[in-house]
């Protein structure tokens, strides 16, 4: 199977968490739900590889744990209890292009006006599928969003940068049990427990976000990271909204509106705009004559 068909799986399960959140999921407790979230998926992962880091990969696995998860999960949840009418979902969909800039100053990676154009593309995309015109723009919660998609776009920058040598399924089950166990401090310090005990539908939604939603979803984004351009698999996140709104709409049987309809069509020409091969890549300027290299060099 094509290696960006596996890595787009991870923000298609992404999108499917968004209606068993709050679905199924106790409600105003974001703290809980992260640590739920991240540390049961760290400790399976961990059990399936069965080992620890070792030297400089202790202090890299807390570092990319707290950036990637700890911090990214907590803000995240607190951005979306703030910000109705899909603000944090507009907001995170900058992160593309923070990924993008970042990997080429740290990783140089080359970043091209074709990356940059479809960036923007991306982030006008998710606004025209997620923003309503009566939602609110709480300046904590606006704060929380830019955090996250900050904290997880250098996150995901270093673990490109450190990911030689090492398994995808070992750094992840790290990461996560390092920001599972971040998360738990902060749920303890922070957030009271819920008044009442969880229900077979709470037990069963916890399950799914854990276990599918971040335990699978993880290992399948940071193998992507490890193995493509890294601002690939960022703009592939992209989709996870679309996931979103289809699971919505079926759920709500509404109908799709010309301008989400217009977002859709953005979103999914950005990321094709990137994900496909570039005219004049190396490998097909081999195979074309001198006249057309000297073309591509001078676009």
Not at 101 to 113: D, F, H, I, K
Not at 220 to 226: A, D, M, S
């Amino acid at each position: 199977m094509s290696l960006l068909l596996v890595t787009a799986a991870a923000p298609v399960m992404w999108g499917t968490t968004y209606y068993s959140s709050t679905t199924f999921l106790i409600g105003g407790h974001p703290l809980l739900t992260a640590t739920l979230r991240a540390l049961p998926a760290g400790v399976v992962l961990l059990g399936v590889s069965r080992q620890l880091p070792h030297g400089a990969w202790w202090w890299k696995s807390a570092a990319l744990g707290i950036l990637n998860i700890g911090v990214f999960f907590a803000l995240l949840f607190v951005a979306a209890e703030r910000l109705p009418g899909g603000v944090a979902a507009v907001v995170g969909g900058i992160q593309p292009l923070l990924i993008a800039v970042l990997a080429s100053g740290v990783l140089s990676e080359r970043v091209g006006s074709r990356v940059l154009v479809a960036g923007a593309g991306g982030f006008a995309g998710v606004a025209l599928i997620v923003l309503r015109s009566q939602a609110g723009l709480d300046p904590i919660g606006v704060a929380a969003a830019i955090g996250g998609a900050v904290s997880m776009a250098i996150g995901v920058v270093l673990t490109k940068k450190w990911s030689d040598g090492q398994s995808p399924l070992v750094t992840t089950a790290w990461q996560l049990l390092a920001g599972g166990l971040f998360l738990a401090l902060l749920t303890t310090v922070l957030e009271p427990l819920p008044a009442l005990a969880p229900s077979l539908s709470n037990i069963a939604g916890y399950t799914y976000l854990s276990l599918v939603g971040t335990a699978l979803a993880y290992l399948l984004w940071f193998r992507g990271i490890k193995l493509l351009p890294t601002h690939i698999p960022a703009f592939l996140g992209l989709l996870s909204p679309i996931v979103a709104l289809t699971i919505g709409l079926a759920a709500a049987n509404e109908t799709l509106t010309w301008i989400q309809g217009a977002g859709v069509a953005l979103v999914f020409a950005s990321v094709t705009t990137v994900v496909s091969p570039s005219r004049c890549s190396p490998t097909k300027l081999r195979k074309k004559r001198l006249w057309h290299r000297q073309f591509c060099r001078r676009r």
